[in-house]
C-alpha cells in the first residue's frame, strides 16, 4: 500500500510541475516581449472583424509601471498603418497598463486603460487568456465581454518578426483557439 501512494504522490508531482513549468516558461515569454522596446504588431486572429474592415494594431513600450508594464496602444488601417508617426493620433491610441500573472494553472493577461479610449480593448480592466507563448509569439483568448464580433483568439508578434512563419505558434493556434477547434472538428460536407 505504501509503495502504492508512493508512485501516486510522485505521479502527481510530476504532473503539477509539469503545469508550473509551461505556465511559467508562458509567463516569462510574455513578460519578455512586453518588457522590450521593439514594438509589438497583430499579427492574426482566427477571424476578420466584420465591422471594422482591415485593422492593424500596434503596441509599443512607455515605461514599467508598477502593475507591470506601460504599453501604448495603436489602431491603424491599411492605408493608415500606426507605423507612420502622422496616422498615431490621440483618436487611435490608448496607454495601457499590463500585468501578467499566473491564476488556477492558467496565465492572465490584465489590461487596464490608463488614458485614451478603444471600445475593442474593453473599457477599464479586461482580463485575457494566454493560450500560448514562445520567444516569438503569444496567442490571447479574448474575453466574453469582447467577443460580439466573431474575433474570439489573436496572435502578437514582436514587429521584426512579422514575416517569420511561426509555424510552432500557428499550430498552437489552430489547436488552442476553441473557434479554431470548433472549425477543424467539424466533419466534411459530402
Not at 513549468?21 to 492574426?44: A, C, N, Q, T, Y
Amino acid at each position: 500500500m505504501s509503495i502504492k501512494l508512493q508512485w501516486c504522490y510522485a505521479l502527481v508531482m510530476m504532473t503539477y510541475s509539469g503545469l508550473l513549468f509551461v505556465s511559467g516558461s508562458i509567463e516569462r515569454h510574455v513578460r519578455k516581449m512586453l518588457d522590450s522596446e521593439v514594438p509589438l504588431v497583430l499579427l492574426w486572429a482566427n477571424e476578420r472583424p466584420s465591422s471594422s474592415g482591415e485593422e492593424c494594431w500596434l503596441s509599443e513600450y512607455y515605461a514599467y509601471a508598477p502593475t507591470g508594464y506601460s504599453r501604448y496602444m495603436y489602431r491603424g488601417a491599411a492605408d493608415k498603418p500606426p507605423t507612420k508617426p502622422e496616422n498615431k493620433d490621440d483618436r487611435n491610441k490608448a496607454l495601457l497598463e499590463l500585468s501578467v500573472y499566473s491564476s488556477g494553472g492558467q496565465v492572465k493577461l490584465k489590461a487596464h486603460v490608463g488614458s485614451g479610449s478603444m471600445p475593442k480593448i474593453g473599457g477599464e480592466d479586461t482580463e485575457y487568456t494566454i493560450l500560448y507563448a514562445d520567444t516569438t509569439c503569444f496567442i490571447l483568448l479574448l474575453p466574453e465581454k469582447l467577443k460580439a464580433s466573431p474575433v474570439s483568439c489573436v496572435a502578437w508578434v514582436p514587429a521584426h518578426t512579422a514575416h517569420f512563419m511561426h509555424t510552432a505558434c500557428r499550430g498552437a493556434f489552430v489547436r488552442l483557439c476553441p473557434a479554431c477547434k470548433k472549425t477543424t472538428e467539424e466533419p466534411a460536407e459530402a
